[in-house]
Each structure stands twice: as C-alpha cells, then as structure tokens.
Nanobody, 128 residues
Framework: QLGLVESGGGLVQPGGSLRLSCAAS????????IGWFRQAPGKEREGVSC????????YYADSVKGRFTTSRDNAKNTVYLQMNSLKPEDTAVYYC?????????????????????WGQGTQVTVTS
C-alpha cells in the first residue's frame, strides 16, 4: 500500500478557492492513478476527480466540472485538487486514494471500494 497524506482543507466562503494536496510516501507515484473523493455527512462517498498514471487523462464529476482541476507533480510525489468557485454543497471530507488502475478513470472514480491506499481525509467547509 501507498502512504497518502492530504492537506489544504479549511473554512472558506462561497465563491472562494482552496487547493488540496495529496502527498505520497512512495517515490513512484507516477505509476499510480490517483482519485479525489469526498463524503458529506449522511451521504455516500462521491468520486470527484480521477487522473490516470499513464497519459494524465482526468475525469471530473459533473458537480465539479469547470470549477475543480486536478494536477500531478510526480517529481514531488504530490497530486493537487484546485477548487474554485466553491459552493456550500462542496462541504465534505475530501480524501485522496491511489491504485494501479488500468482502464477508464471514470470507472475508477465510480469504484472507489477497489482502492486500497487512502489518505486520512481533510475537511472542507464552505459557508458564509
């Protein structure tokens, strides 16, 4: 398993921005597909964005498309989730997860139960 640590969460007003980081312990992060997931109280875990290990293909959930951007810095073993135009409904605990995923990253985001490496989560609260 890969050790992952998220950071960057916090309290922000609607319309604001945050950048989450997911730092990996391994020196071969580039061989892992990475996903960002979130879970709000009383709701199921949702796949927010998943990025492939090979060509950088990225999937975004419709709820965040155009507002969130995932990027990888393999040299720093870190993946970022830039979140702009935040809404109260974005409030959740955000997790990153990794897997040696082959195939559609959209499927990866839909099948988070198959991923074995997870971070501890970081709280994002959007409120006025």
């Amino acid at each position: 398993q890969l050790g992952l640590v998220e950071s960057g969460g916090g309290l922000v007003q609607p319309g604001g921005s945050l950048r989450l980081s997911c730092a990996a312990s391994a020196s071969t992060l580039d061989s892992y597909a990475i996903g960002w997931f979130r879970q709000a109280p009383g709701k199921e875990r949702e796949g927010v964005s998943c990025v492939s290990s090979s060509d950088g293909t990225t999937y975004y959930a419709d709820s965040v498309k155009g507002r969130f951007t995932t990027s990888r810095d393999n040299a720093k073993n870190t993946v970022y989730l830039q979140m702009n135009s935040l809404k109260p409904e974005d409030t959740a605990v955000y997790y990153c997860a990794a897997g040696r995923w082959v195939g559609s990253v959209q499927n990866m985001c839909a099948m988070s139960f198959t991923l074995r490496s997870w971070g501890q989560g970081t709280q994002v609260t959007v409120t006025s």
